[in-house]
T-cell receptor, first 114, second 113 residues
């Protein structure tokens, strides 16, 4: 399976600021996704990162708050904008390779907003 | 999308015993996947079962799927302390791989040495 890295691994940010999280894969993948895991909760899909076009957002998530880029088949970024303490979560990217159905996850970025 | 339900929410057993976790979901699926997460870290993919499969094995793991009941179970045999983790089921409701997954709420498994 692909090796997925995320930067930063964790960060503490002030309210009102923005943070960009990077997801890098060591090989080309067909699909990339971003998820949020709030403290003690399960994972919720934020959006599908589409290569060269706008991301597809799930209900409850909007581009102005979570802009996403995917310039190529191995890299994507998620920005958490105008942060509030409610944005404190683990943010994870995942990928699907080729025609396979398995999703593989990055190690996550633990964000704390104060 | 609606999350599925998993039960139990927490399970504590002795090392060597078997652990069974259940997952229910609400829509038609292409496949169902199980993941393990240790202490809030990244998710490890355990096993995928397709909608036309009823049972699948991988090492000490056995997964069943009953699409008529919209439910799945994960059995871990001969549990070890290292199996202590949270386990999540996740459903793929699309044609397979094209959409994100819908996760259950998870079962926190504790293996007592």
């Amino acid at each position: 399976s692909a090796v997925i890295s995320q930067k930063p691994s964790r960060d503490i940010c002030q309210r009102g600021t923005s943070l960009t999280i990077q997801c890098q894969v060591d090989s080309q993948v067909t699909m990339m996704f971003w998820y949020r895991q709030q403290p003690g909760q399960s994972l919720t899909l934020i959006a599908t990162a589409n290569q060269g076009s706008e991301a597809t957002y799930e209900s409850g998530f909007v581009i102005d708050k979570f802009p996403i880029s995917r310039p190529n088949l191995t890299f994507s970024t998620l920005t958490v904008s105008n942060m509030s303490p409610e944005d404190s979560s683990i943010y994870l990217c995942s990928v699907v390779q080729g025609a396979k159905y398995e999703q593989y996850f990055g190690p996550g970025t633990r964000l704390t907003v104060t | 999308s609606q999350q599925g339900e998993e039960d139990p929410q927490a399970l504590s057993i002795q090392e060597g015993e078997n652990a069974t976790m259940n997952c229910s979901y609400k829509t038609s699926i292409n496949n169902l996947q199980w993941y393990r997460q240790n202490s809030g870290r990244g998710l490890v993919h355990l096993i995928l079962i397709r909608s036309n499969e009823r049972e699948k094995h991988s090492g000490r793991l056995r997964v069943t799927l009953d699409t008529s009941k919209k439910s799945s179970s994960l059995l871990i045999t001969a549990s070890r302390a290292a199996d202590t983790a949270s386990y999540f089921c996740a459903t793929d409701e699309s044609g397979g791989g094209a959409d994100g997954l819908t996760f259950g709420k998870g079962t926190h498994l504790i293996i007592q040495p």
